[in-house]
T-cell receptor, first 112, second 111 residues
Framework: DAMVIQNPRYQVTQFGKPVTLSCSQTLNHNVMYWYQQKSSQAPKLLFHYYDKDFNNEADTPDNFQSRRPNTSFCFLDIRSPGLGDAAMYLC???????????FGPGTRLLVL | GENVEQHPSTLSVQEGDSAVIKCTYSDSASNYFPWYKQELGKRPQLIIDIRSNVGEKKDQRIAVTLNKTAKHFSLHITETQPEDSAVYFCAFNNAGNMLTFGGGTRLMVKP
């Protein structure tokens, strides 16, 4: 009964090699979020979507981009990963008008 | 910008004791205050939330209290068990319903 699914769960990439992380949801929620979480820190918001309306946080690096082709799927693209981009990447969703966010299991990214 | 302070950063209790974690927030317009539990390597899971029209909410061993005047809210866990060991994050929303998270509290329950 997985509701927010993230693939892969673990991703290893090389320094500078583009990588894409994916998120899908079965909840039909129109709001989706991407967070970056480094060890022992709080989740940090990177982007969010209201339907297809994309919103970038002011301090999200240009190296990070996102796509949302439909309600169910959302992608995080890291164009040229650096060592500092190694982190857990969390996707979350909510229904507009309801505050509760539901998190996916996350993708742990390792940059070699 | 919005800010939330969470204390303590680590908390060690004996099994069966109570644990209290406190958060102070800055945005007076906030009206939604969730608490998330995150076990090592897993997703943050919502354990309880409270809205600004109530001062306290309880769910079995977990309770949250909210003082809107003082802008702080607290998580109370009674009769702690080893499986309560995790990192707990408080959060609050802004006008756009974005969540700002506290820095987290690592709770260790010793058997």
């Amino acid at each position: 009964d997985a509701m927010v699914i993230q693939n892969p769960r673990y991703q290893v990439t090389q320094f500078g090699k583009p990588v894409t992380l994916s998120c899908s949801q079965t909840l039909n929620h129109n709001v989706m979020y991407w967070y970056q979480q480094k060890s022992s820190q709080a989740p940090k918001l990177l982007f969010h979507y209201y339907d297809k309306d994309f919103n970038n946080e002011a301090d999200t690096p240009d190296n990070f981009q996102s796509r949302r082709p439909n309600t169910s799927f959302c992608f995080l693209d890291i164009r040229s990963p650096g060592l500092g981009d190694a982190a857990m990447y969390l996707c979350a969703t909510r229904r507009q008008g309801v505050e509760t966010q539901y998190f996916g299991p996350g993708t742990r990214l390792l940059v070699l | 910008g919005e800010n939330v302070e969470q204390h303590p950063s680590t908390l060690s209790v004996q099994e069966g004791d109570s644990a209290v974690i406190k958060c102070t927030y800055s945005d007076s317009a906030s009206n939604y205050f969730p608490w998330y539990k995150q076990e090592l390597g897993k997703r943050p899971q919502l354990i309880i939330d409270i809205r600004s029209n109530v001062g306290e909410k309880k769910d079995q061993r977990i309770a949250v209290t909210l003082n809107k005047t003082a802008k702080h809210f607290s998580l109370h866990i009674t009769e702690t068990q080893p499986e309560d060991s995790a990192v707990y994050f408080c959060a609050f929303n802004n006008a756009g319903n974005m969540l700002t998270f506290g820095g987290g509290t690592r709770l260790m329950v010793k058997p």
